[in-house]
């Protein structure tokens, strides 16, 4: 009896050992298999592009043409939805490239020709005609191919119109192109067409968006990033009594010339004109020599040459006998056709010129007035 128990407790601690050692043996099999590259001909590839403050990115497989040219689009890419004979048994579009499904992500809610979609991750699909191609961007971004599609999982479909180009495209690619701020459109290209699509994004709300949260941080108390704000919201001619308020938290503590020129032109649209020269006189007094006569020659830019001199003028009055405010006078003077004043000027700016390209350009300068010529 003893050697019956004896023998079952062997053998039972054979079997242990034997299990433990195929298990071992598996784990290290598993181990053990090497990298390769991906399955078939196709290789993985992601691709990401911002539009303005969105991140696009898309990943997919990259099929190659493969000698068979002609034998792409309608024939490998089968037109519209098909049963493929696997999967769910549905009638499905192209999966947009090979393997896995192709995915896109928007960081934020975006419009694709035109119509909504939500920030987030979708797979997406392509049903393929010749004259017209409908783009479905699906719930589902984890199916192999688009053997398991369901049409209830559709968040987006739009229609766009393929395009035929004559360079061959071996590979299967995704590009983004005629970006804008806040617009790009994107192209699945293969073979000798592309698809492009139109993406737009909300850039003016997002960028406000960001902006206020950051001010909510320690950069809500720098000057500086209350005067970003400020001139981004002139800039757009919007919410003008909030960027008074920012440009006067700056000008509280740097009033220097650009916060007080940015409030003056804030003020100015919004009509309140005497503030607006006072904020101006202010910013004048307040700037360099060369700041001043930056905004006198944008003024001339702009076509206003008698607001121009005074400016010049009064530059010159703030700081007499420099090069740049004497030349200033010469080019306010000329401005107004007064070519004899504007000499005048420019004859005393020659020997304070303080570098040989300063004064060849004053040289120029004297050269056009004594012809009756405005520089």
């Known amino acids: 009896m003893a050697i019956h128990v004896f023998l079952e407790i062997k053998i039972l601690k054979m079997k242990k050992i034997i299990f433990s050692v195929i298990a071992i043996m598996f784990i290290y099999s598993a181990n053990a298999q090497l990298t390769t590259i991906a399955s078939g001909t196709s ?12 991140d696009v990115t898309i990943r997919y497989g990259r099929p190659a043409v493969k000698g068979r040219e002609g034998k792409i689009w309608g024939d490998l890419v089968h037109k ?3 049963n493929q004979g696997f999967g769910n048994g ?7 490239g090979a393997n896995e499904n ?26 393929y005609q010749s004259d017209g191609c409908m783009l479905i961007f699906s719930s589902a971004t984890t199916s192999w191919g688009s053997y398991f599609y369901n049409p209830s999982e559709d968040v987006l479909r739009v229609s766009v119109k393929p395009v035929h180009v004559q360079e061959l495209r071996e590979r299967l690619t995704f590009q983004f192109s005629n970006q804008t701020d806040s617009t790009a459109t994107i192209s699945l290209e293969w073979e000798k067409l592309a698809i492009p699509f139109m993406v737009s994004t909300r850039l003016h709300q997002l960028q406000l968006a960001s902006f206020e949260r950051e001010l909510r941080s320690d950069k809500g108390f720098d000057p500086h990033a209350q005067e970003q704000i ?16 920012y440009i006067n938290q700056a000008a509280a503590s740097i009033p220097v010339f650009s916060v007080l020129m940015t409030k003056a032109d804030i003020l100015q649209k919004l009509n309140r004109t005497a503030q607006a020269d006072s904020a101006r006189t202010a910013a004048m007094m307040a700037g360099t020599a060369l700041q001043v006569h930056g905004y006198a020659r944008g003024l001339l ?11 010049f003028q ?24 007064k070519y004899k004043d504007a000499l005048k000027y420019a004859n005393l700016a020659l020997p304070m010129a ?6 060849k350009a004053v040289e120029a300068a004297i050269v056009k007035l004594k012809e009756g010529k405005d520089i």
Do not use: C
Request: glycine share 10%.
């Open 301 to 311: 830019r702009d076509g206003k040459k008698q607001e121009a001199f005074d400016v």
């Open 102 to 127: 192709t995915t896109i992500e928007f960081s934020t809610d975006v419009t694709v020709e035109g119509k909504p979609l939500a920030a987030g991750k979708y797979g997406f699909f392509v049903a």
């Open 230 to 245: 400020a001139n981004y919201l002139l800039e757009h001619n919007t919410r003008l009594e909030d960027a008074l308020a």
């Open 354 to 359: 303080p570098d040989a390209a300063n004064k």
């Open 80 to 82: 519209g939805f098909q």
């Open 43 to 54: 290789t993985l590839a992601t691709v990401s592009e911002r539009i303005g403050l969105t």
């Open 314 to 337: 009064q530059n010159y009055k703030h700081y007499p006998g420099t090069y740049t405010t004497t030349m200033g006078m010469a080019r306010g003077y000329a401005a107004l056709g």
């Open 90 to 96: 549905n009638d499905a579009p192209w999966r947009a």
